[in-house]
């Protein structure tokens, strides 16, 4: 198995809603990752998870909470969210944070 | 900042003929990879080059890495329609311990 997947593929929420993001991989990947990218524009790297501890968290509000549950999968939960939150979520893993990064189709998220 | 700098900006050839983008970066890195993102979708990963490689091949694609001058070129042979998509680079330090996407090429290859 050498794909990451991701679920769900779309999701709309309301701001006062709650949801998961889902992340899979069998891999034997050791680091994981969640990424933002809005419309035209790179990923931008919000979590790094490293044998399952959390290594990386750039600067990202609270109301965006990962958790890595065990070594194959990784969660982003979300909580009041804002419109501008609304973007393609990305998850990847590696084999350990220096090697090649395999990224998921990804969630789009829509906040309204 | 680590971030690459890529150019140009966006690409559009006809099918057969040759691709070149380039990444400009200002700090050490330990490699820096390739990646391609059809519209929407996931990063699907071409070909990492670390510090001490010049010149990787895939295919028909050839990376090249200049440490000196801080760049790095993609080359597409022979393009196809199929490889309209966008381009980013991404960039490892070990200080940093992550990757840093630079902004990204468009390309696009009209049959």
């Known amino acids: 198995d050498t794909e990451v997947t991701q679920t769900p593929k779309h999701l709309v929420m309301g701001m006062t809603n709650k949801k998961s993001l889902k992340c899979e991989q069998h891999?034997?990947?050791?680091?994981m990752y969640w990424y933002k990218q809005k419309a035209k524009k790179p990923p931008e790297l919000m979590f790094v998870y490293s044998y399952e501890k959390l290594s990386i968290n750039e600067s990202v509000p609270s109301r965006f909470s990962p958790e890595c549950p065990n070594s194959s999968l990784l969660n982003l939960h979300l909580h009041a969210l804002q419109p501008e939150d609304s973007a393609l979520y990305l998850c990847a893993s590696s084999r350990t944070d220096t090697d090649t990064q395999y990224f998921g189709p990804g969630t789009r998220l829509t906040v309204l | 900042s680590q971030q690459g700098e890529e150019d140009p900006q966006a690409l559009s050839i006809q099918e057969g003929e040759n691709a070149t983008m380039n990444c400009s970066y200002k700090t050490s890195i330990n490699n820096l990879q390739w990646y391609r993102q059809n519209s929407g979708r996931g990063l699907v990963h071409l070909i990492l080059?670390?510090?001490?490689?010049r010149e990787k091949h895939s295919g028909r694609l050839r990376v090249t890495l200049d440490t000196s001058k801080k760049s790095s070129s993609l080359l597409i042979t022979a393009s196809r329609a199929a490889d309209t998509a966008s381009y980013f680079c991404a960039l490892y330090n070990t200080n940093a311990g992550k990757s840093t996407f630079g902004d990204g090429t468009t390309l696009t290859v009209k049959p």
């Open positions: 891999m034997g990947h050791r680091a």
């Open positions: 080059i670390r510090s001490n490689e």
